[in-house]
């Protein structure tokens, strides 16, 4: 299953502070963790909002809003996408996640990505077990 | 998340907490105790006290600490109960004890012991003395973190089957006295080789699967993955090790494409290449930099056989359209291959791209070359490849009588219908119309 973990941006991260050195470093030694364990897809910061615009859909007309905008704790500041086996997996590793050693609140949020699994025909209890006595079956005719 | 019941979603936790952990356990215990059996049946037993404890006392914060501390004990205890072999298991003991009272903040030191122990239990799961299908069940349960029952629903193959080739895995090991240890020099390459030839071989249980008669097994295709990943981060100036993670990566990048949505398998050719998952083929396309950056450091001027099928994989990634292909290159690389791995299916393969790359002749005398091949008597693509040669180059009947013959040998229904209907749309003799 792949997860997308979104960083949320705070008030330093959207007045484009440079990040605690003891906070880069921990991140650092998480990532290559992470790295190290085969889950990471991949990964990247994002430049504070200043930097961004948002287009904003009405109808047929398209307006364009410059940032920065308001509501840090709405906004990303940086992503990973994993590849894990569950859920709680993704929990788990964001748990040892460096943040928790910063002064004051931050935010991790996980949400599963679609996957062709979710649109694709998946194999039922039924058909498994109807598979592996296929199998067996043939490799005893094949064992004659 | 559904509110669910408490209990269930702290035993999803420590699951969670097991894929991740289990492994280093399993590789720390086996250095201690020497034997990669009993460590897992420590560390399984560890895992019930957990299971049976952090409901009430809740994850602790360092688990792996906490599961190898108390298999630790558990070993302790064994080794003190057991009187027969009372001597040697007497000074385990007090190593053990010794060990168990010095601080575990040891972390580059440990970080360095955890990655070898790491890399020792893949060299023992693979070891070639074992049945390949027994490393891959193993390689899968000690270093994948998945359950017997788990294994055997990805392999479509009885539980008690799966189980039985485990142990007899771990016993065959102990009898031989196999060692815990990275192998060294003149014994390396053939020792990766096994590890490598055990990943690609589950991952390939996953992908061919996902094309033909057996709907799609992508989980299989995640663990050869991951397991690759991990052990290019282990081994990280092995070109071959890269290459196998490049070639997995590509390869599953057309998963979504390889399948239509009632299971029906797609030829390349014919994928929808937005399909291919970009994600992917640039990580397989990193791997590939990656491995050549290595050989260049090290000046080594051949490439391994995975690296090979990796950069083949990659011409076809890096085409937007069949037709952008570079089949010559390819030719080069299958070339390259069939010197290192000599095999008719590589020449054949390489026949293909001949084809592509100078015009259907100058192929059909590489594929008359393998007529006589045993081998491929009956390998339906010989005269798959052969029949669509001579359609291309006009002479119907005869390739009528291939797609006949190569549909006569295929398993496949699906593959048959396609092969038949090949053969009725060529004409039956070409004055006679």
Known sequence: MRFMVIIKASKESEEGAPPDPQLLLDMGKFNEELIKAGVVLAMDGLHPSSKGARVKFSGKSRTVVDGPFTEAKELIAGFWLWQVKSLDEAIEWVKRSPFSSLAGESEIEIRQVFEMEDFAPVLSEEQIQHKVDARAELVGQEKK | ?433
């Open chain 2, 1 to 433: 998340m559904s509110a669910t019941d408490p209990h269930q979603a702290l035993h999803r936790t420590i699951e969670a907490v097991w894929r991740i952990e289990s492994a280093r356990v399993i590789a720390g215990l086996t250095r201690l105790t020497r034997d990669v059996g009993l460590a897992e049946d420590l560390a399984q037993e560890a895992l019930v006290a957990a299971l049976e404890k952090w409901p009430q006392s809740g994850v602790p914060d360092n688990p792996a600490a906490w599961l190898t501390a108390t298999a630790k004990r558990r070993a302790i205890d064994l080794f003190r109960r057991n009187a027969v072999a009372a001597r040697k298991h007497e000074q385990l003991a007090r190593e053990l004890e010794v060990l168990e009272q010095t601080s575990p903040d040891l972390d580059s030191t440990l970080d360095n012991r955890i990655g070898d122990d790491l890399l020792r239990l893949v060299f023992i799961a693979c070891h070639p003395i074992l049945p390949t299908e027994s490393r891959a069940a193993l390689t899968l349960r000690l270093l994948g973190g998945l359950t017997t029952d788990e294994i055997a629903r990805a392999f479509l193959t009885p539980e008690p089957t799966i189980a039985q080739r485990i142990v007899r895995a771990k016993r065959t090991l102990a009898d031989k006295h196999i060692p815990f240890e990275v192998p060294r020099g003149a014994e390396i390459g053939a020792r990766l080789a096994s590890v490598l030839e055990v990943i690609y071989l589950i991952f390939n249980e996953g992908y061919s699967a996902t094309a033909g008669d057996d709907l799609m097994r992508p989980s299989l295709c995640e663990d050869a993955l991951r397991l690759g990943r991990i052990l290019a981060e282990l081994t990280p100036t092995e070109p071959e090790v890269h290459g196998l993670v490049a070639l997995m990566e590509i390869q599953a990048s057309r998963t979504r494409a390889r399948v239509t949505p009632t299971g029906e398998p797609v030829l390349l050719f014919d994928q929808n290449r937005t399909q291919w998952d970009q994600l992917l083929i640039h990580r397989g396309l990193t791997a590939i930099e990656r491995a050549h950056k290595i050989n260049t450091t090290f000046i080594k001027i051949s490439r391994g056989p995975y690296l090979l099928q990796a950069e083949i994989a990659a011409c076809h990634a890096r085409a937007r359209t069949p037709s952008e292909t570079d089949w010559p290159r390819i030719v080069l690389l299958y070339t390259e291959l069939a010197q290192l791995t000599p095999s008719p299916v590589i020449e054949l393969n390489r026949a293909v791209a001949v084809s592509m790359a100078h015009g259907p002749q100058a192929s059909l005398t590489l594929v008359d070359a393998l007529a006589s091949e045993p081998s491929l008597a009956r390998y339906h693509l010989l005269p798959s490849v052969r029949a669509d040669l001579l359609y291309k180059l006009g002479r119907h009947p005869e390739a009528r009588t291939e797609f006949e013959r190569a549909a006569a040998l295929t398993r496949n229904t699906r593959e048959r219908n396609l092969l038949l209907t090949r053969a009725a749309s060529c004409e039956t003799d070409p004055t006679n119309r």
